[in-house]
């Protein structure tokens, strides 16, 4: 007989979804899908003003997770501070490669995708694509981080912001 195992997360607390980032559990569920009785998280986006539900059994394929700890934390600031890993390959590869790091829903892979599509006040302009990516995680990171040190989204936006300037200075 197998043990049927508690959810993880609670109400209120606040999960990263790959996909789509960081996202606050307003209510576990039991609804009714095609005969079958599914125990769901209602996870809130409110960024994106949209609600997912996770069946609790799909947790860990889904790729759901708590927010990350300091110390990923601290080691995604890291990476920001590092030399950019710009590969040699056409850009729509590298593009679907950033894509992938994002919604990956890892916070150093997004990091990475912020460090290497960054650019100084001193550098070239960045192509519609680039800048679209570079938003994209910086916005993301930004919000696990905010989530994680009890700030709004453009506190943490400021931390990253000079996080990458001194990687410039």
Same mark, same amino acid.
């Given at each position: 007989?197998?043990?049927?195992?508690?959810?993880?997360?609670?109400?209120?607390? =606040?999960? !990263?979804?790959?996909?789509?980032? /960081?996202?606050?559990?307003?209510?576990?569920?039991?609804?009714? /899908?095609?005969?079958?009785?599914?125990?769901? =998280? /209602?996870?809130?986006? $409110?960024?994106?003003?949209?609600?997912?539900? !996770?069946?609790?059994?799909? @947790?860990?394929?889904?790729?759901?997770?708590?927010?990350?700890?300091?110390?990923?934390?601290?080691?995604?600031?890291?990476?920001?501070?590092?030399?950019?890993?710009?590969?040699?390959?056409?850009?729509?590869?590298? %593009?679907?490669?950033?894509?992938?790091?994002?919604?990956?829903?890892? #916070?150093?892979?997004?990091?990475?995708?912020?460090?290497?599509?960054?650019? %100084?006040?001193?550098?070239?302009?960045?192509?519609?694509? $680039?800048?679209? #990516?570079?938003?994209?995680?910086?916005?993301?990171?930004?919000?696990? @981080?905010?989530?994680? $040190?009890?700030?709004?989204?453009?506190? %943490?936006?400021?931390?990253?912001?000079?996080?990458?300037?001194?990687?410039?200075?």
């Amino acid at each position: 007989m197998s043990e049927v195992k508690k959810p993880v997360f609670s109400a209120g607390d =606040f999960v !990263v979804y790959p996909a789509h980032g /960081v996202g606050r559990i307003t209510g576990i569920e039991t609804q009714s /899908v095609a005969g079958m009785t599914l125990e769901v =998280f /209602v996870i809130a986006f $409110e960024q994106d003003k949209m609600t997912l539900r !996770v069946p609790t059994s799909k @947790v860990k394929t889904g790729g759901l997770r708590p927010l990350a700890s300091g110390e990923v934390v601290d080691d995604a600031l890291k990476t920001l501070t590092g030399k950019a890993r710009i590969k040699r390959v056409m850009w729509s590869r590298r %593009a679907q490669e950033y894509e992938a790091k994002i919604n990956s829903g890892d #916070l150093i892979s997004i990091a990475e995708v912020v460090r290497d599509l960054h650019r %100084a006040s001193d550098q070239p302009e960045q192509s519609y694509s $680039e800048r679209q #990516l570079y938003e994209s995680a910086l916005d993301r990171m930004a919000r696990e @981080v905010a989530a994680i $040190e009890q700030v709004d989204r453009d506190a %943490a936006v400021r931390k990253l912001s000079e996080t990458l300037a001194k990687k410039a200075a």
